[in-house]
């Protein structure tokens, strides 16, 4: 089983990165006890709002293609201090006003928000080891586990004091993000309430 993880930090859809990004995450990996195995969910990012539009276009057109992999597109809730779950699905739009549209609407896509300190407070305890363990290859970038651990969850000046995750000053967190996501498109695929005999099955959906 295995789940992707992605930054939306992308560029224009006619640059050659998507057809990189293709061959990077629907490619097969091979897994020591399983053998041959793929993703069966990819979670991208399209917060930065400069290249949503080619991040939609991206997710529309994969869905299609790879039929397979569950393709998302996700963004973190900015208005989230705790009480957001890890995955939840889009609220459905708005029928008061049936012409109105968004950018994702136009790419007929959907936008999940990610419930990013509830994700990140399970990220600390199984660091901690307290809500099972986190682990990792072998072949990991040396600086994985700093990226990882790049945020502290402290009272906030800018939110009256309450507790929010907080970059610490000149640490990377890149890899705190893509431990988000990969943990958003997990539970997308329900991988917390799947037993072992779950988990043979759906290796071979």
């Known amino acids: 089983m295995y789940w992707g993880e992605i930054d939306g930090d992308t560029v224009d859809k006619r640059d050659s990165c998507w057809d990189a990004l293709d061959k990077l995450v629907f490619q097969s990996f091979k897994h ?4 041959e195995i793929y993703a069966s969910a990819v979670s991208i990012d399209s917060s930065d709002g400069t290249t949503s539009g080619a991040v939609y276009e991206w997710v529309r057109t994969r869905k299609r293609k790879y039929r397979r992999v569950l393709v998302i597109t ?35 896509v959907k936008v999940y928000m990610v419930g990013t300190h509830k994700a990140k407070d399970l990220m600390a305890r199984r660091l901690l080891g307290t809500s099972a363990y986190m682990h990792s290859c072998k072949h ?54 799947k037993t072992e005999k779950n988990g043979q099955l759906l290796k071979r959906v």
Do not use: C
Not at 32 to 35: Q, V
Not at 76 to 104: C, L, M, Q, Y
Not at 165 to 184: F, I, S
């Open 140 to 193: 990991v970038r040396q600086d994985y586990w700093e990226q990882v651990t790049a945020e502290v969850k402290a009272p906030s000046k800018k939110h009256k004091g309450r507790e929010t995750w907080q970059q610490r000053p000149g640490r990377p967190n890149e890899g705190t993000d893509t431990k988000v996501y990969a943990l958003h498109a997990a539970y997308a695929m329900e991988i917390h309430k």
């Open 74 to 108: 996700i963004k973190g809730d900015s208005r989230d201090f705790g009480s957001k779950e890890i995955f939840s699905h889009p609220r459905k739009a708005e029928v008061s006003n049936p012409t109105r549209t968004t950018k994702a609407d136009r790419h007929e």
């Open 32 to 35: 020591e006890r399983f053998g």
